[in-house]
């Protein structure tokens, strides 16, 4: 006769973590020891160290496992590596956010300290994802886990940067680049987003040279109007025609700019006819290298007025925006003010605005690596599941810029790059040098600015084997990985910098397969961040 009665109901606490526990401390999740079978490979996409895991992660480790498992089953040698990323914008903002809530500034405590601060958060935040990770059920080895500011990988980064830049692959330029107000910070195309918000547009014209005449502009941006240093139409605009090759008289500076063509202009935009800053809009900036225009930079470092106006100066863009609209309307240069929506950048990570700048900065030449990673998925090295996404992959590898992989952030791997400080001659190592090659100096200073957190994460499928060293056992019976499991909205910020970077540094594809599944979403369709914890009804999947 039984003498142990039967729960009714089912607990999991009672006895899931002690079986987890039995089968990891037994190596089920390492790879068999027997070399001679097929191998299967997967590479955790690292969740970032800013928070605790979140549904997408759930879905995103579930679909990993099963994968794993099936395959364990079917006696491959499998290896699925977790591991976590040190997110540099997201997780420096975390740090900044929690040191203001204590009434600490970051510049108030400096660099080191605040670093320490970081790696104090990143240690919390880092231990508390694998414990999660564990509670799902994830059969990954954690022996073999990693994250992207430890000693190896870290030295992979090092390796990548300086190889890149004795190729001619990366260089210093003074260009324009997308500028986070709040976290004071470049970032790259693929980490801006758009917002679209109530505004205004202003008709304003401008007074054609020597004649009675006036061309009308219209613009959402009245206060850049003081460093235009042209006026665009588009060349087959029959309006306008006339006046290509003429100048015109700038409002509220009286200076003369050119009215020129180009086919970026929209006929249909405005009046037809747009003012040309070429220090704050992409486009403008653009037709501004096109046509050789004087670039006039209307804010200074913080975003306040600059100094072309001397009553505007140090005023809040919007504080300036309102006053230069009054001196518009009282000299009889404002045709017409009207409601109008449009699209604003903002920043992926805080959501504030984002402003185009011109700063020097460090850039990857992206043209022939970005030709090589499209051309792979086009010759089938690689493919995506499903084979829809290869539209989304394409059409942004075959359009990229160069890439701007400089941050003005502490927390991160520092350049590699060093300053003499007698003659300025820069010096690419892994360490400081101890002479300077040009003018036999000892003082050096670091470049302060620190790397993308996507240019170390390009290098995950391999840096996690241990590359450099190729010669390491893992590299060599791992790589190329078999498969990447990973969400749509991150093909351009990852999927395609991971097969530029292990195309150049290990001539392979780094995954085979691409498998991509959507965002959980709520009831209202916004991605969905909850923690795991916090199961919701009314998640949804968008496919």
Same mark, same amino acid.
């Given at each position: 006769?039984?003498?142990?009665?039967? %729960?009714?109901?089912?607990?999991?606490? $009672?006895?899931?973590?002690?079986?987890?526990?039995?089968?990891?401390?037994?190596?089920?999740?390492?790879?068999?020891?027997? /070399?001679?079978?097929?191998?299967?490979?997967?590479?955790?996409?690292?969740?970032?160290?800013?928070?605790?895991?979140?549904?997408?992660?759930?879905?995103?480790?579930?679909?990993?496992?099963?994968?794993?498992?099936?395959?364990?089953?079917?006696?491959?040698?499998?290896?699925?590596?977790?591991?976590?990323?040190?997110?540099?914008?997201?997780?420096?903002?975390?740090?900044?956010?929690?040191?203001?809530?204590? !009434?600490?500034?970051?510049?108030?405590?400096?660099?080191?300290?605040?670093?320490?601060? %970081?790696?104090?958060?990143?240690?919390?935040?880092?231990?508390?994802?694998?414990?999660?990770?564990?509670? &799902?059920?994830?059969?990954?080895?954690?022996?073999?886990?990693?994250?992207?500011?430890?000693?190896?990988?870290?030295?992979?980064?090092?390796?990548?940067?300086?190889?890149?830049?004795?190729?001619?692959?990366?260089?210093?330029?003074?260009?324009?680049?997308?500028?986070?107000?709040?976290?004071?910070?470049?970032?790259?195309?693929?980490?801006?987003?758009?917002?679209?918000?109530?505004?205004?547009?202003?008709?304003?014209?401008?007074?054609?040279?020597?004649?009675?005449?006036?061309?009308?502009?219209?613009?959402? /941006?009245? $206060?850049?109007? &003081?460093?235009?240093?042209?006026?665009?139409?588009?060349?087959?605009?029959?309006?306008?025609?006339? &006046?290509? !090759?003429?100048?015109?008289?700038?409002?509220?500076?009286?200076?003369?700019?050119?009215?020129?063509?180009?086919?970026?202009?929209?006929?249909?935009?405005?009046?037809?006819?747009?003012?040309?800053?070429?220090?704050?809009?992409?486009?403008?900036?653009?037709?501004?290298?096109?046509?050789?225009?004087?670039?006039?930079?209307?804010?200074?470092?913080?975003?306040?007025?600059?100094?072309?106006?001397?009553?505007?100066?140090?005023?809040?863009?919007?504080? %300036?925006?309102? &006053?230069?609209?009054?001196?518009?309307?009282?000299?009889?240069?404002?045709?017409?003010?009207?409601?109008?929506?449009?699209?604003?950048?903002?920043?992926?990570?805080?959501?504030?605005?984002?402003?185009?700048?011109?700063?020097?900065?460090?850039?990857?030449?992206?043209?022939?690596?970005?030709?090589?990673?499209?051309?792979?998925?086009?010759?089938?090295?690689?493919?995506?599941?499903?084979?829809?996404?290869?539209?989304?992959?394409?059409?942004?590898?075959?359009?990229?810029?160069?890439?701007?992989?400089?941050?003005?952030?502490?927390?991160?791997?520092?350049?590699?790059?060093?300053?003499?400080?007698?003659?300025?001659?820069?010096?690419?190592?892994?360490?400081?040098?101890?002479?300077?090659?040009?003018?036999?100096?000892?003082?050096?200073?670091?470049?302060?600015?620190?790397?993308?957190?996507?240019?170390?994460?390009?290098?995950?499928?391999?840096?996690?084997?241990?590359?450099?060293?190729?010669?390491?056992?893992?590299?060599?019976?791992?790589?190329?990985?078999?498969?990447?499991?990973?969400?749509?909205?991150?093909?351009?910020?990852?999927?395609? /910098?991971?097969?530029?970077?292990?195309?150049?540094?290990?001539?392979?594809?780094?995954?085979?397969?691409?498998?991509?599944?959507?965002?959980?979403?709520? %009831?209202?369709?916004?991605?969905?961040?909850?923690?795991?914890?916090?199961?919701?009804?009314?998640?949804?999947?968008?496919?």
């Amino acid at each position: 006769m039984c003498k142990h009665k039967l %729960a009714d109901k089912y607990n999991p606490k $009672e006895f899931e973590e002690n079986l987890y526990e039995k089968w990891e401390k037994s190596g089920y999740f390492k790879p068999d020891e027997d /070399r001679e079978k097929e191998t299967f490979t997967i590479m955790m996409p690292p969740p970032n160290v800013t928070g605790k895991l979140h549904m997408g992660h759930a879905l995103d480790d579930t679909i990993q496992d099963i994968l794993i498992r099936f395959k364990r089953m079917q006696g491959f040698r499998t290896l699925w590596l977790p591991g976590t990323d040190h997110a540099s914008i997201s997780t420096e903002m975390k740090v900044v956010q929690k040191l203001a809530n204590e !009434g600490i500034k970051k510049e108030d405590l400096g660099r080191e300290k605040f670093i320490e601060e %970081a790696w104090k958060w990143t240690k919390e935040y880092g231990g508390t994802i694998q414990e999660q990770q564990r509670k &799902l059920g994830c059969s990954c080895d954690w022996d073999r886990n990693r994250f992207t500011l430890d000693e190896g990988m870290s030295d992979a980064v090092l390796e990548q940067f300086i190889k890149l830049y004795e190729k001619g692959l990366i260089y210093k330029g003074k260009r324009m680049v997308n500028w986070c107000t709040s976290c004071n910070t470049s970032i790259s195309d693929a980490e801006v987003e758009y917002k679209e918000e109530p505004s205004h547009l202003w008709h304003i014209r401008y007074k054609i040279k020597g004649e009675d005449t006036y061309i009308t502009v219209a613009t959402t /941006r009245p $206060e850049t109007m &003081l460093g235009d240093t042209a006026v665009a139409v588009h060349p087959t605009d029959e309006r306008y025609k006339n &006046l290509i !090759g003429k100048m015109c008289i700038l409002p509220i500076m009286n200076k003369e700019i050119p009215i020129i063509a180009d086919e970026f202009v929209e006929k249909e935009f405005g009046t037809g006819c747009v003012k040309i800053t070429p220090a704050h809009d992409l486009n403008d900036y653009q037709a501004g290298l096109r046509h050789n225009l004087e670039i006039i930079e209307v804010f200074d470092e913080n975003f306040k007025m600059g100094d072309l106006v001397p009553e505007y100066k140090g005023m809040d863009l919007l504080e %300036a925006r309102k &006053l230069i609209v009054e001196k518009l309307k009282e000299i009889g240069a404002l045709v017409k003010e009207e409601e109008y929506t449009h699209n604003v950048a903002k920043c992926e990570r805080c959501k504030h605005t984002i402003e185009p700048k011109i700063s020097t900065q460090w850039f990857v030449s992206m043209k022939d690596l970005a030709k090589r990673a499209a051309d792979s998925v086009r010759n089938d090295e690689m493919r995506f599941v499903p084979k829809r996404y290869e539209k989304q992959y394409f059409n942004w590898l075959d359009n990229i810029q160069d890439w701007c992989i400089s941050r003005q952030l502490w927390w991160g791997h520092r350049i590699p790059v060093y300053y003499c400080k007698e003659c300025g001659e820069i010096h690419v190592s892994k360490t400081m040098p101890s002479i300077c090659k040009k003018c036999g100096a000892k003082d050096f200073e670091q470049d302060p600015d620190t790397l993308d957190t996507w240019f170390s994460s390009a290098l995950w499928p391999f840096s996690t084997l241990g590359w450099p060293n190729t010669e390491n056992e893992d590299y060599k019976e791992f790589y190329p990985t078999s498969v990447l499991v990973t969400g749509f909205d991150i093909i351009t910020f990852w999927i395609s /910098r991971m097969m530029t970077q292990g195309l150049e540094f290990t001539n392979q594809v780094p995954f085979k397969d691409t498998l991509i599944h959507g965002i959980v979403r709520d %009831a209202k369709r916004k991605k969905n961040v909850k923690n795991i914890r916090k199961w919701s009804r009314s998640i949804r999947c968008n496919k």
